[in-house]
């Protein structure tokens, strides 16, 4: 559904995935959830437009992602170690608002925010800012997974073509997934084992098998369809979660 999603909102599947993954599990094994989905799906769209990326503007922006990465990787760890920023008492349970649901959260409306009004679709940033651009979208990629819209933003004025627009980013996605995931699985190993992940390794095959569906239906149609109705509607669902994340509901 999340993945079908994405062909209608015009929102990425990091960012819908994510919410969802988080309203059944701890929001920092959700991240890494959405991540090993997302590295799945980027690496099944390499293979159908890998040969159309631009090597140049990988070396410029994809290397200065991967650092920046391991960083926001390692915040987000760190984040999870901090005591809980408040405690209180809704319809006679208590609830603790923890510093990772609540950053999550906030980069969550951000970003939904920042994706409802197009701002970054309007956003063209000079090509010599690459670099730096590699470092935003790397350093937020590895935080929460919110890399593709600030990434699109830098490239859209590297005159690609449109292949090798979705060609690089992927590959530029694929360097930062796999940075971040290396630090989850050392950090998240007990946080794992607590939620029991094993027995839910169906529900991640199938989120990987509807994004390949997702991957493989948005390649074949010529034009993105974004709605304005669903796009909408999912902006409120997703700042709907990020205030119950930020608050300790879920």
């Known amino acids: 559904m999340v993945s079908g999603l994405t062909l209608f909102s015009g929102f990425g599947l990091g960012t819908l995935l994510m919410p969802a993954f988080a309203i059944f599990f701890p929001v920092e094994v959700a991240v890494a959830m959405t991540a090993v989905v997302h590295l799945a799906n980027n690496i099944f769209k390499f293979v159908l437009l890998g040969k159309y990326a ?7 922006f994809g290397v200065a992602a991967i650092p920046a990465a391991f960083v926001g990787a390692g915040l987000l760890l760190g984040l999870t170690r901090l005591e809980p920023l408040a405690t209180y008492e809704l319809a006679g349970k208590e609830l603790q608002v923890t510093p990772v649901n609540f950053v999550i959260a906030i980069l969550m409306i951000i970003f939904a925010v920042m994706e409802l009004g197009s701002v970054f679709t309007r956003l063209s940033i000079s090509q010599k800012w690459l670099p730096i651009g590699g470092v935003v979208s790397g350093f937020f990629g590895g935080v929460s997974g919110h890399q593709g819209a600030v990434r699109s933003a830098f490239l859209i004025r590297c005159g690609l073509s449109k292949e090798s627009f979705i060609a690089t980013g992927v590959v530029i996605s694929c360097m930062v997934d796999v940075t971040r ?3 989850y ?3 998240y190993s007990e946080r ?3 939620v ?4 839910n390794y169906s529900l991640l095959a199938a989120a990987v098998g509807a994004a390949f569906i997702g991957a493989f239906v948005g390649n074949r149609l010529v034009k993105k369809v974004t709605l304005r ?4 509607i999912v902006a409120i669902t997703l700042l709907v979660i990020a205030v119950g994340l930020g608050m300790g509901i879920i």
Request: no cysteine; hydrophobic share 60%.
């Open 54 to 60: 631009d090597k140049k503007v990988i070396l410029r």
């Open 181 to 183: 995931l290396g630090i």
């Open 185 to 187: 699985l050392l950090g």
């Open 192 to 194: 794992f084992a607590a």
């Open 196 to 199: 029991r992940i094993e027995e």
């Open 229 to 232: 109705a669903v796009r909408i």
